[in-house]
């Protein structure tokens, strides 16, 4: 079986800091967006992708773009889009961590934010943040006692 993963299209690690936004397809402008919750029927039986609606969004295209078919479904965090041709969970997550290489903070220039980042995109678990927290603590700690002396000798004066 092949199991080599296709991307979804051409637009997949594409992203936009806006708005205003344009299609991904033509680069027509957008004249607005919209969540997918909004769409949601309160009578609606609950899906699985409901849980990450607010990330889900629809541009507003130009007629020529819907005729065309060109994709208005994006995944939205914060001012960040990127295309969504699948509305999958899997597709959400691989968009969010697409926007997230591009436009999050530096993981190694500032780990704490990178760790806020990846929570709020659905990345991690607030259980692996607060994992990864307590870690970073552990590490300041530790190269505090390390690179300051000052605090080793008032460690072996306290022993
Ligand atoms: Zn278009």
Redesign the pocket.
Known sequence: MDTKIVPQNENENKTQLGPPY???????PSTGIRCYLEFLSPRAIPKPLDTWGEYIWYLW??Q??RE?G?SARVVRLNDAIAPLAQATIERVQAALAVIAAAHGPNPKADPAASIVWQLVAGTITPADAIARIGALCHQAVVGALETEPVLLHWQEAAQ
């Open positions: 344009v299609c991904f397809t033509c680069g027509a295209l130009p020529s773009c065309a060109h």
